[in-house]
């Protein structure tokens, strides 16, 4: 009789990877490492990712839906930008990863599913046609993550606080003004 498959090995092999991930690193991300953590083996977990990358890319994928999906449930654009930075902050290993991923999904053809919502929103909530507000998103984009970045790296709490305060306080003034940055 034929091997019944693990239905559950790739939630088995993502998990692992993330909770080395997070208290490791990416030295921390070996595949031997993974398999043994998700109780299985190397070459079992190579029929389901190719190398290391793929792995990468596919935990990935996965925390960037998790990170959109509290973004898509905010109640409004400024908490967007806040639940952002404090995603960044509470899981820097995470927004690392993220970080490191940045150009795979944001290469030509790639869906950007947090952008699209984004503008959807600011049409929503400004009038017009949501692609009109891309220059809107790169900017509150731009400062978020360059926060965000900030965030994950510096040890001093009162830092971050002045970093955090600073970037909200220019996102809400680039709300309250964003008629200069829609295009007509």
């Not at 790739?10 to 990877?17: F, G, N, P, S």
């Not at 409004?76 to 509470?90: K, W």
């Not at 929503?124 to 926060?147: M, N, Q």
């Not at 305060?165 to 295009?183: G, H």
Request: proline share 5%.
């Amino acid at each position: 009789m034929p091997p019944i498959a693990d239905k559950y090995l790739e939630e088995r092999i993502l998990k692992a990877a993330r909770r080395l991930w997070r208290t490791r690193g990416e030295r921390g991300l070996t595949l031997r490492a993974v398999a043994h953590e998700a109780d299985t083996t190397t070459p079992t977990l190579y029929k389901r990712f190719r190398n290391k990358e793929a792995l990468r890319l596919a935990l990935a994928y996965r925390l960037r839906d998790e990170l959109n999906s509290q973004l898509f449930s905010s109640p409004s654009l400024e908490e967007v930008y806040r639940r952002y930075l404090r995603y960044a902050e509470e899981n820097p290993h995470e927004y690392e990863l993220l970080r490191l991923s940045w150009g795979h999904f944001f290469s030509p053809g790639n869906p950007r599913p947090g952008r699209a919502w984004a503008l959807t929103q600011l049409a929503a909530r400004f009038g017009g046609e949501p692609e009109k507000y891309a220059s809107v998103f790169d900017a509150l984009f731009l400062i978020c993550h360059g926060t965000a970045t900030l965030l994950t790296v510096a040890d001093d709490k009162d830092v971050r606080e002045v970093l955090r305060e600073s970037s909200i306080n220019v996102c809400d003034k680039l709300l309250a003004n964003v008629a200069v940055l829609r295009e007509v």
